[in-house]
């Protein structure tokens, strides 16, 4: 063999395994859930989600989840959502799983949201006892935090598998916010749902697509 | 005997089947699978692992068993089967010859240590282009093109990645291959234990990149429990690479302590030891007692995720101010781990270049042995505003600025060896001349965070950050760069290019201080370490700052292209001594024979002897009185 | 090497020492007086001008020191530079009592003097320094009895502020009174965050179970940024918002209406302790 030709294959070598490490640490760096944009058109704008207690399916069968419906009528399993500047974005959130309580009491008022109220099933509440809150729904830059209410524990015919059916036991909350300048913006849940483990708060509580998400804020 | 197995050399097919690196992937991998299945069965029962989703157990079990898989099949068990069988000892059963002997377990220290040497690299570029793509994410104050988790990921990966394979980084390549011939051995005193804890750190790199697909690492290299205990599955891979780790660095440190000990040349006494003996021997002293506290920790961190028990949970009894506390106690030793071979380089590398005897010889051997010592009280500086018991800080603000006083040593051996010399610029030179500048801002810089008014602001914040990458990137690496310059030509043969190190040199020292000290600025207006969101204002600085990242990786892209040129395309002979030094490993023929030495050589004079009239030749190698090679 | 004259040893010193004199009686004053202003975190309250204070003085003390050390090898590199092919040997020194002894000596003394008046700055100057001591503090500034209490409960990811002095009021936003001692009792319920207050210069770990108090007293109302510097999972970068110094009356007007504004959560929020244990205790589910 030549010296050119040791050279070549030596460094063509490098290169692709250079290309391989970039492309397994890039290919997991750029993974991220569709985006589900609300639907109507702005200033006023819905979403509609819902909470499952078991997402049912791989990777993570019995992780707690989010879900979002997309302009279709299908739901995604998302939590990046799109909404327009300066918009009235009205949520409507069907919660499938039961209460586990808020580690911190201090997020049973709901702020941030039109009249600092939300309707949960059909009643108008400045408050929810912190103890029935399944999830909460929160933007933190927005100053918006929404207690979810959980389904009650004996409640009949709960949901198991994603995505769940209004057929089965759910809570309705409903409540609108204003959204500012474009941005990406991100929001969460703060109740320690993750079961399993420490305090609750891992697994699906870091994790985007299930009770993280990005809340992008476009002109 | 090995004369006939080289006279008949099977064709490449046959000889890669086999114990070796493939045979310990495909075990490694085969056992991931089998300890999985048992850790799946061992979980059957236990709702708070199978709740999660992630069985820490079946991972951890899945690991322990793609170890043990990746060591039999690079060959470990069979010396110990041998001998069980009633097999006579020997010394040499894998001192083979061929290129396929780096693929292999080896006892050769020359051998281990050009594994080490491309091994630690391999690493240590991937733990760099986490830097580069880190340094793209903070181009934005936004959350850009990253989503904040993989961002973390990428902070743990090259945290965790540089710290696992810098620790090793000067010890590895250098201490395995030039401990030795420096001190007049054949070997070192366990050979097989050197193979063994080179063939740990690529399975612990491996383990460490997996963790990417099991979530990643939310954590950073520190992984602060309880927010380790919450990780994703990622954590695991982080414990367990950590653990190979700390017992590789412990036998490292082991082997090199037991050599330097007991198997110096007759002559060689304490003053004549290369100072980078001394370094080495420092470094193995701390690496000894440091390392098995991160084995015990991260174990501890493995049982509170596998076995459900709450070592640093505080609401089940425990307390992380505890992990904080074993962790800085390995941590802080860790960070001498990183220095002390850097002092050892730098002031082996400066006599030779300024032609004159190394200025204060017992001030340096006072210095490092001083480090080593002091290093040992001061780890509680990282706990200033954790709300431990404030009364000792005072005395850890002490003992962490008397650090500063041997280290001053160092500077001051520096400056007397430079005093009336005449100095060549050589590569090697200029980077150990580098390290000092580097390390000079590093070390002023650490005064600021022992300070506990001023602590109370930099804390946590770039400031640190730009400190320690002032210590580490810019001493170790430094010196590590100019160690492969100094013996690159004894350890592979051949000249590296000199004109594309040159370039290198500059654009590495360069690019490397316009990278790091805007990041001390950074601190200081408020930037928090570990962040993928910051403050609008502070873009243009971050901006700066990534640009000159990237000219420091370019810069690292040319020492790959010299380095591959010099050695598969140009392959111009190295001289077995080109810079006429008087190291004694320099005084071997290139390439060095397999025995190092035909006789042990009796050591009649020191090291650095530079002008020194009247000085004898280093060593006598033809001792008449002293046993020959072999016995 | 025998024409080397013992006699040129002193003009290299004094060439030295002159180059750096003249570079340090340049950088100093420009230290003092121009940087120094700029330099973290201010003077919105006593613990930040100590800490000031602290970076100015070091900062006056450290750039000598490395002048002195660039000074002299920059100097070698330029006269003791060989050039040319021919490589020769210079003298051999190989040390010098009397220069190690004198360096020993003198960062002997600058460390211990840095030590003294650290601890001296720390315990009875600044009272701590705004750093987090933990739940039994050691240097306790004047009427500390009297110290307006302000809890810091760190959580996965966002601060939330108690006001035990007001019926335990928790708030999302961070305000204190100008002109009067603030105790901050920074705590977590969950892991390890670190409550920063860049202006006012506290900083102080938020631990499980922990209760950690850091001393402020302000003297300038304005706003002020607040961090976590303590990595505490996804969005630790997120965790930041502005909190304010108020004038008295201000801040009593404040305080009441974030008691309307919380009225209806008042009831359900657990008594106020020192640290908080909520459930899920040890794995949810």
Not at chain 2, 227 to 232: M, N, T
Not at chain 3, 181 to 192: E, G, R
Not at chain 3, 264 to 270: E, G, S
């Amino acid at each position: 063999m030549s010296k050119a030709a040791r050279f070549g294959i030596v460094s063509a070598g490098i290169a692709a395994g250079a290309a391989l490490i970039a492309f397994y640490i890039v290919s997991y760096l750029t993974v991220t859930p569709p985006v589900v944009a609300a639907t109507g058109t702005a200033p006023q704008v819905n979403l509609t989600l819902q909470t499952v207690a078991a997402f049912g399916h791989p990777p993570h069968v019995d992780w707690v989840s989010y879900l979002a419906e997309n302009a279709h009528g299908k739901w995604v399993h998302s939590t990046v959502l799109r909404v327009p500047a300066n918009s009235t974005v009205n949520v409507t959130i069907y919660q499938f799983d039961t209460a586990t309580g808020l580690r911190n009491p201090f997020w049973g008022r709901p702020r941030g949201t039109a009249g600092g109220t939300i309707n949960v099933d059909g009643k108008t509440l400045n408050v929810l006892n912190p103890d029935l809150a399944s999830h909460t729904f929160a933007i933190p830059d927005l100053g918006v935090s929404v207690p979810l209410k959980g389904v009650a524990d004996d409640a009949k015919n709960q949901c198991s598998v994603a995505p769940c059916s209004l057929s089965e036991a759910h809570t309705t909350v409903k409540f609108s916010f204003q959204t500012g300048k474009p941005g990406k913006l991100r929001w969460q849940c703060f109740v320690p749902c993750a079961a399993g483990f420490p305090l609750g708060f891992g697994g699906p509580m870091q994790s985007l697509g299930w009770m993280d998400g990005y809340l992008e804020v476009v002109g | 005997m090995s004369a006939t197995a080289i006279a008949v050399r099977p064709p490449v097919w046959r000889r890669v089947i086999g114990f070796n690196m493939l045979t310990g992937l495909a075990l490694g991998i085969s056992g991931w699978f089998l300890g999985g299945w048992i850790g799946g069965q061992m979980a059957v029962g236990h709702d708070y692992l199978l709740g999660t989703d992630q069985n820490d157990v079946g991972i951890f079990m899945g690991y322990l068993f793609a170890i043990i898989g990746w060591l039999v099949g690079l060959g470990f068990a069979n010396y110990p089967i041998g001998r069980l069988l009633g097999r006579s000892p020997t010394l040499r059963e894998h001192e083979t010859a061929g290129w396929t002997r780096y693929f292999k377990m080896c006892t050769d220290h020359k051998v281990v240590g050009i594994q080490y040497l491309f091994g630690v690299g391999i690493f240590f570029f991937i733990g760099g282009l986490n830097a580069m793509l880190m340094r793209t994410e903070l181009l934005r104050p936004v959350e850009r093109p990253w989503p904040a988790g993989q961002y973390l990921t990428l902070v743990s990966l090259h945290g965790t990645m540089m710290i696992m394979m810098t620790s090793a980084f000067i010890l590895g390549p250098f201490g395995n291959y030039f401990v030795p011939l420096m001190i007049g051995a054949r070997r070192m005193a366990f050979p097989r234990i050197e193979a063994l804890t080179f063939w740990l750190v690529p399975a612990a790199g491996l383990i460490l990149m997996s963790a990417i697909a099991f979530g990643g690492i939310a954590t950073g290299w520190t992984g602060y429990s309880p927010l380790a205990d919450e990780g994703r599955a990622g954590m695991d891979a982080y414990v367990t690479a950590f653990i190979l780790i700390a017992i590789s660095l412990t036998l490292v440190g082991l082997n090199l302590l037991v050599t330097i000990l007991t198997m110096r040349a007759p002559g060689l006494t304490w003053t004549r030891l290369p100072i980078f003996v001394w370094g080495v021997l420092a470094t193995s002293v701390l690496m000894v007692l440091a390392a098995p506290v991160l084995v015990a920790t991260m174990t501890m961190v493995l049982m509170d995720r596998a076995a459900n028990t709450s070592f640093f949970l505080a609401s089940a009894g425990g307390s992380q101010y505890l992990y904080q506390n074993l962790f800085w106690f390995f941590g802080h030793p860790e960070v001498y781990i990183l220095a002390l071979p850097g002092f050892g380089i730098v002031l082996e590398i400066l006599p030779v270049f300024a032609r004159k005897p190394l200025w204060g010889y017992r001030l340096a051997v006072a210095g490092m042995l001083g480090v080593t010592l002091l290093s040992f009280m001061v780890w509680q500086h990282h706990l200033f505003v954790s709300g431990m018991n404030a009364g000792l800080r005072p005395f850890y603000m002490l003992t962490t600025e008397l650090i500063s006083i041997p280290t001053g040593f160092i500077f001051l051996n520096a400056i007397g060896t430079l005093w009336r010399a005449r100095i060549r610029f050589t590569v090697p030179m200029l980077f150990a001349l580098a390290f000092f500048f580097n390390f000079l801002i590093g070390g002023l810089s650490g005064v600021f965070l022992s300070d506990v008014p001023s602590d109370v602001t930099t804390h946590g914040s770039y400031f640190v950050m730009a400190h320690f990458h002032y210590t580490i990137m810019g001493g170790l690496v430094f010196a590590f760069f100019g160690a492969v310059y100094y013996w690159l030509p004894k350890m592979l043969g051949v000249t590296l290019n000199e004109t594309l190190a040159k370039i290198h040199f500059w654009m590495m020292f360069v690019f490397f201080n316009l990278t790091f000290f805007p990041l001390f600025a950074a601190g200081f207006l408020d930037m928090p370490r570990r962040v993928s969101t910051y403050a609008p204002h502070l873009q243009v600085l971050n901006d700066f700052v990534s640009a000159s990242a990237f000219m420091l990786g370019f810069s690292m892209l040319i020492f790959i292209a010299n380095l591959v040129w010099s050695l598969v395309f140009a392959r111009v002979p190295a001289l077995a001594n080109p810079w006429a030094s008087r190291g004694l490993e320099w005084q071997l023929p290139t390439p060095v024979p397999t025995e190092n030495f035909e006789r042990i050589p009796v050591i009649t004079s020191g090291p650095y002897e530079y002008g020194v009239a009247g000085a004898p030749p280093v060593a006598d190698f033809t001792p008449a009185a002293l046993p020959a090679a072999g016995s | 090497m025998t024409e080397i004259v013992s006699g040129r040893i002193p003009r290299h010193g004094r060439r030295i020492i002159g180059i750096w004199l003249v570079l340090t009686a340049v950088a100093v004053p420009l230290i003092v007086l121009v940087l120094g202003p700029h330099l973290p975190p201010g003077r919105m309250t006593a613990e930040a001008a100590s800490q000031r204070d602290a970076n100015v003085l070091m900062t006056a003390l450290l750039v000598p020191i490395a002048l002195l050390v660039v000074v002299c090898f920059v100097y070698s590199f330029a006269v003791f530079r060989q050039r040319g092919e021919v490589i020769l040997d210079g003298p051999p020194l190989k040390g010098h009592a009397g220069a190690q002894l004198f360096w020993i000596v003198l960062t002997s003394l600058i460390v211990l003097a840095l030590a003294v008046w650290g601890s001296y700055t720390l315990i009875a100057g600044s009272h701590g320094a705004g750093g987090g001591q933990g739940p039994d503090p050691v240097a306790k500034p004047n009427g500390y009895q009297h110290a307006l209490p302000v809890q810091v409960i760190g959580q996965q990811w966002e601060w939330t502020f108690r006001y035990p002095t007001y019926g335990g009021l928790e708030t999302r936003d961070l305000a204190i009174p100008n002109h009067v001692l603030v105790a901050f009792h920074v705590t977590s319920i969950d892991v390890t965050h670190s409550f920063w207050a860049y202006e006012l210069g506290v900083k102080a770990d938020a631990v499980p179970g922990v209760d950690n108090v850091a001393y402020v007293h302000a003297h300038k109302t304005g706003f002020f940024q607040i961090r976590c510097a303590e990595l505490c999972g996804l969005w630790h970068g997120h965790m930041a918002k502005k909190g304010r110094v108020l004038s008295s009356s201000a801040f009593q007007a404040w305080i009441a209406a974030a008691k309307t504004k919380n009225a209806a959560v008042m009831a359900y929020l657990p008594k106020y302790n020192r640290v908080y244990f909520p459930a899920p205790l040890r794995r949810a589910g």
